[in-house]
């Protein structure tokens, strides 16, 4: 890295990098979007194109960098593109919902799906003979007709250039190393070098980001964009009194952001509107702006929808409206699918949001679920049961499932705040709005969200520990904060090893049940897939002449020959063989 002068020059740069980096996201969506309005389908000039108007985005910001700041800014975003796709690479998706719809999606959208004027189903049974399964069984069709497509979109992009669909998962790693930048530029205006390294990293690895990272799932991008959007809005209050080209910047970032956030997730959409009107109502009642200022924030508003909801969002907010009245089908309205309570332990459903969040929270870290029928076990916080640590590690693991520590470290957090409430003489207005509003903003989702209970719908929670280390570090309590930080680390950090080995496993598992499936295939064979249908798109990455059937629809053509189950197993027709 270059020579910089000065702490504010190394904030600039990590900064336009994190941001580069949400861009490139959100361009790949844009020109996809755009493209199927216009009836193209997902192609490489979207991925090409995307990539020169970053490097416009990035020189443009770094106007009056050095050349040796701009070539760093560059290597910065290649190289954590690369390490994405890396990382990306190194596991098999074995999830549940991975190998039902994600992938599902991902493998269609790739192949030329058009989901702004096609369901799923009426492209297959249009298409030729090709490489794609017949069409995806009950609700994979559902889910992938009707939710936002933004990292679906982005996946079937890297999966179009690179011909593994692998490497579509790269996207959650992506977003974490935004977060690790746009958060380390932030805490540089408050703290040293290394307490801002180490609370930057402990911010981007939370643990729903860090323990869906080798899946498909989209729960860790949401909570890393809530982060990066309440970094924005905060370093764009903060700023206020700057030249008018910094705060522009933040707002134009925070236009991306919200953009992509209504893409991820329907959630994404309502998460972002209640903490951007939150902070709007800060600015608006106790700061008192110039009406060009309040245009300003409004316009950021107008085309954060028109550019989340009526462009990328066309192929679901809008096509949802169109064809069932409600842009948030099915998830809300009078013909909502239900997908809460088959996930819940079996006695939630009597039971308030609040009561459910806190006894999930305060509980043994578990998997269970209404067919358990097992309820779940309060704990003494700090304490660490059996089968907790392995637990913690399943990417959508249901109760206790910010770590075996996170409801001691919650409850220490809030004992700081309080103490530090009455203790605290005089208070920076901005500073503490900057505290307040992500809280109450949280909060109030708790509250109003069904299945708030379950850490990954809530993934931003994990940042109420993170506010009080940064608050104890700014009041120069350092004992504190790094006991706090130590115990953050350790909570994020003990099912990793977990983690990686249940990885390993299962990638070799699947290894090998592709391989037997392979040749099965060039020999003829034909496969069928009972409902993990995106095993059905790894096996075609390396044999594209494969014959492969939904298990649903094997009868409509001939008897398969052989099964693919969870895991690439294999199971041969008996009559066959």
């Known amino acids: 890295m270059p020579k910089l002068h000065n702490k504010k020059s190394l904030t600039k740069l990590l900064l336009v990098v994190g941001t580069s980096i949400v861009c490139f996201v959100l361009l790949i969506d844009l020109l996809s979007s755009v493209g199927f309005i216009l009836n193209i389908s997902i192609t490489p000039l979207w991925v090409i194109l995307s990539s020169f108007i970053v490097l416009a985005f990035l020189l443009v910001s770094l106007k009056r960098g050095t050349s040796k700041v701009k070539l760093t800014a560059i290597a910065m975003v290649v190289v954590s593109i690369f390490i994405s796709l890396v990382v990306s690479r190194l596991f098999v998706d074995t999830s549940y919902d991975g190998n039902t719809y994600h992938k599902t999606a991902i493998g269609q959208l790739r192949d030329g799906w058009n989901p702004v004027y096609e369901s799923i189903e009426s492209f297959n049974n249009k298409k030729t003979p090709s490489r794609l399964p017949s069409n995806p069984p009950g609700k994979i069709s559902l889910w992938a007709d009707h939710y936002t497509k933004g990292s679906w979109i982005y996946s079937a992009n890297i999966y179009k250039i690179t011909n593994d669909i692998r490497y579509g998962k790269s996207l959650n790693t992506l977003l974490i190393i935004a977060v690790l930048f746009i958060s380390l530029a932030f805490l540089l205006t408050k703290l040293g070098f290394a307490k801002a390294i180490l609370i930057s990293i402990l911010t981007a690895l939370s643990p729903v ?53 209504a893409n991820i997730k329907f959630t994404g959409l309502v998460y972002a509107g209640v903490y951007s009107m939150l902070y709007l109502v800060f600015i608006l009642i106790l700061r008192h702006p110039k009406k060009s200022e309040v245009i300003k924030l409004l316009l950021v508003g107008v085309m954060s929808l028109f550019i989340g909801v009526i462009v990328i969002g066309s192929s679901s907010y809008i096509r ?47 998997n269970i679920n209404e067919a358990a029928h097992v309820s779940p076990s309060t704990k003494i916080p700090f304490t660490v049961h059996s089968g907790e640590i392995n637990a913690s590690s399943i990417y959508d693991v ?8 996170f409801s001691g470290i919650l409850l220490l957090s809030i004992a700081i705040f309080i103490v530090l409430a009455f203790r605290t003489k005089k208070y920076n207005t901005d500073g503490l709005f900057a505290i307040v509003i992500p809280m109450v903003g949280t909060a109030v989702i708790i509250c109003v969200i069904d299945g708030s209970w379950w850490a990954r719908y809530i993934p931003q929670l994990y940042l109420v520990p993170l506010v009080a280390v940064l608050v104890l570090l700014l009041l120069r309590r350092n004992l504190i904060a790094y006991a706090m930080a130590i115990l953050l680390l350790v909570n994020v950090s003990l099912g990793i090893p977990s983690l990686v080995k249940n990885n390993q496993a299962a990638t ?70």
């Open 209 to 261: 980001a860090l323990y869906q990272i080798f899946t498909n799932y989209v729960d860790g991008a949401l909570g890393s964009l809530i982060i990066i959007l309440l970094i924005l809005m905060t370093m764009y209050i903060e700023g206020r009194k700057n030249s008018d080209k910094s705060n522009d910047f933040l707002l134009f970032n925070v236009v991306i952001t919200i953009a992509l956030l």
């Open 320 to 366: 949802n409206t169109v064809t069932n009245g409600n842009p948030l089908y099915p998830l809300v309205g009078k013909d909502k699918v239900d997908i809460i309570t088959y996930n819940e332990p079996f006695d939630f459903p009597a039971k308030n949001q609040v009561y459910k969040f806190m006894e999930s929270t305060f509980s043994k870290t578990q």
């Open 508 to 577: 070799h598992d699947v290894a090998i049940g592709l391989s037997h499936a392979k040749r099965l295939c060039e020999s003829g064979f034909r496969a069928a897939i009972p409902t993990f249908g995106g095993f059905a798109y790894n096996l075609l990455d390396t044999c594209d002449t494969a014959t492969i059937d939904y298990k649903e629809d094997a009868a409509k053509n001939t008897e398969p020959d052989f099964t693919i189950g969870r895991y690439a197993d294999i199971f041969t027709t008996p009559s066959r063989h």
């Open 398 to 405: 249901r109760i206790g499932g910010y770590g075996v520590l």
